[in-house]
C-alpha cells in the first residue's frame, strides 16, 4: 500500500469554479501534513501547512482528519493562474511522504 | 536570504557511468534531503543528511550516496547509472526540528541516462 494516495484527477474546472480534492495516508503517526503546488517540470512549493482544525489561505482551505487518515483541499473562486499539480504531503520524523499528485486546469 | 541552489541544471550520463549531483542549503537551514521524481510520480525520497551524516534513507540502493559539508551544503552521488535512473533529482533543506513549516525545495537536476 502506498504511504500517501491520492486522485489523480485530471479537474478540469473553468475560472470561479470550486474544485476540491483529498488523499489517504496510511501512517497514523505521521505528525504533520502539507500540500505542495507543482507547476510543470518545476520543483514543489509549499502551498500550505494542514492542521486538524482545518485552515485558510485567501481561496484555499485544507482540512486534516486524522481518525480517518484522510486530507483535503479546496480552491475557492479558481484562477487561470491554480492550474497545477498539487502534492499532498505527510512528514514522518526525517522524511516527507508525496502522493503522485493530482493535476488541476483552470480554463478560461 | 539565499533560497536552495542546485547544479547542474540537466545532466545526460551514459549507462553505467558515474554522476554526481550539488546541493547548496538555504541560509539557516542545518538539514538537505534529497528526493528522486520520476515521471508522472511524486517525489520519493532518497536520504536525509544532519549533521555531515545520513539521518535516513529511503528504498533506494547503495549506488546512492551522499554527502553533507560543514557549510552545510550536500552532494548526491549516483554509481553505474542505470535507465531508471532518468529522473528530476531535487534537493530540499530544512531545519532540523522545523520540519512543521516544510521544506524549501531547490529547482531540481534533470538527470538523462542513455
Known amino acids: 500500500r502506498k504511504e500517501v494516495e491520492q486522485d489523480p484527477g485530471p479537474f478540469n474546472v473553468p475560472e470561479g469554479a470550486t474544485v476540491a480534492f483529498n488523499c489517504t495516508y496510511s501512517?497514523?503517526?505521521?505528525?504533520?501534513f502539507f500540500w505542495y503546488r507543482q507547476d510543470c517540470r518545476k520543483e514543489p512549493k509549499l502551498l500550505m501547512s494542514v492542521y486538524s482544525s482545518g485552515n485558510e489561505d485567501g481561496r484555499f482551505t485544507a482540512q486534516l482528519n486524522r481518525a480517518s487518515q484522510y486530507i483535503s483541499l479546496l480552491i475557492r473562486d479558481s484562477k487561470l493562474s491554480d492550474s497545477a499539480t498539487y502534492l499532498c504531503v505527510v512528514n514522518d520524523d526525517y522524511k516527507l511522504s508525496f502522493g503522485a499528485g493530482t493535476t488541476v486546469t483552470v480554463r478560461a | 536570504e539565499t533560497g536552495v541552489t542546485q547544479s547542474p541544471t540537466h545532466l545526460i550520463k551514459t549507462r553505467g557511468q558515474q554522476v554526481t549531483l550539488r546541493c547548496s542549503s538555504q541560509?539557516?537551514?542545518?538539514?538537505v534531503s534529497w528526493y528522486q521524481q520520476a515521471l508522472g510520480q511524486g517525489p520519493q525520497f532518497i536520504f536525509q543528511y544532519y549533521r555531515e551524516e545520513e539521518n535516513g534513507r529511503g528504498n533506494f540502493p547503495p549506488r546512492f550516496s551522499g554527502l553533507q559539508f560543514p557549510n552545510y551544503s550536500s552532494e548526491l552521488n549516483v554509481n553505474a547509472l542505470e535507465l531508471d535512473d532518468s529522473a528530476l533529482y531535487l534537493c530540499a533543506s530544512s531545519t532540523r526540528g522545523g520540519e512543521d513549516y516544510g521544506y524549501t525545495f531547490g529547482s531540481g537536476t534533470r538527470l538523462t541516462v542513455v
Open positions: 501512517n497514523s503517526a505521521s505528525q504533520s
Open positions: 541560509s539557516g537551514h542545518n538539514t
